[in-house]
């Protein structure tokens, strides 16, 4: 469905105007990997379309879908800081998700948009500290068919 492929473009304009100056925001895992902090949106899913009502015409359907953000952060030896700075991450992605449930009209049939769940991996290498995060964004909508 469009419909959540329009949320996660939403989702992505948002957060790219909210992340602090330093972190790299892009649509997909394409980015500059010399930069010490990133955050781009991964895989999109439909999980579940289901259909409300039995009319003739058009027929609305309930979808809803997952969109995962992922973020890295690398830090010159020190493993609390790189978690915490994707933890400040994670907070940007929340703070995006409610600025668009407060703003649904711009995508249209867009219902609710919330994480869902996060992970958080974090290592020591010889290069320093890195910390990973994926963020599991429910979008939920409606659509006519």
């Known amino acids: 469905m469009a419909l959540i492929f329009d949320a996660k473009v939403a989702l992505f304009e948002t957060l790219k105007a909210t992340v602090p100056t330093g972190v790299q925001c892009t ?4 980015g ?25 015409g058009a027929k609305p359907t309930n979808v809803t879908g997952y969109v995962e953000a992922h973020a890295v952060v690398t830090t010159p030896g020190n493993p609390i800081d790189a978690e915490r700075s994707v933890y400040e991450i994670r907070d940007h992605v929340k703070a995006a998700c409610a600025a668009l449930n407060a703003n649904l009209a711009s995508v249209p049939g867009l219902l609710d948009v919330r994480p869902e769940s996060a992970s958080v991996e974090s290592t020591e290498t010889t290069d320093g ?3 990973a995060l994926t963020v599991r964004v429910r979008v939920r909508g409606r659509v006519y068919q």
């Open 27 to 30: 649509f997909a895992e394409t």
């Open 32 to 56: 500059d990997t010399a930069r010490r902090k990133s955050v781009w949106l991964g895989a999109t899913t439909d999980d579940d379309l289901a259909p409300v009502a039995m009319r003739s």
């Open 129 to 131: 500290a890195y910390a």
